[in-house]
């Protein structure tokens, strides 16, 4: 069975500091590039960053650069989103996604999706 599972989120105060990840079982993580998305309760799904399969290449949406490092681990089959600086408008669910090689804006073209990982930032 092809899965992605996340964890790592939590509630923290605002910046405050939590480390996503993303772990595949069922298939090698080598030859796909792996989005992160979140949505807030009432708000569509939006990407916040991307890294390509061979980790030469991310990207961030604005309001997260700076604050956010997303990075991969090949030999663990594992992608992380390192959430810094934490705001609480970052408050919602994480998903990551999987898509054959290089990234899109496009959720629609992402093929695996994991079932998210809650992350709230409150004092």
């Known amino acids: 069975q092809l899965q992605l599972v996340e964890s790592g989120g939590g509630l923290v105060q605002p910046g405050g500091s939590l480390r996503l990840s993303c772990t595949a079982s069922g298939f090698t993580l080598d030859y796909y590039a792996i989005g992160w998305f979140r949505q807030a309760p009432g708000k569509e799904r939006e990407g916040v960053s991307c890294?390509?399969?061979?980790?030469?290449?991310?990207n961030y949406v604005d309001s997260v650069k700076g604050r956010f490092t997303n990075s991969r681990d090949n030999a663990k089959n594992t992608v992380f989103l390192q959430l810094n600086s934490l705001k609480p408008e970052d408050t919602a669910v994480y998903y990551c996604?999987?898509?054959?090689?290089?990234?899109?804006?496009?959720?629609?073209?992402?093929?695996?999706w994991g079932q998210g990982t809650q992350v709230t930032v409150s004092s």
């Open positions: 996604a999987a898509r054959r090689y290089s990234c899109s804006a496009n959720i629609g073209g992402y093929n695996y």
């Open positions: 890294i390509s399969s061979s980790g030469s290449s991310t």
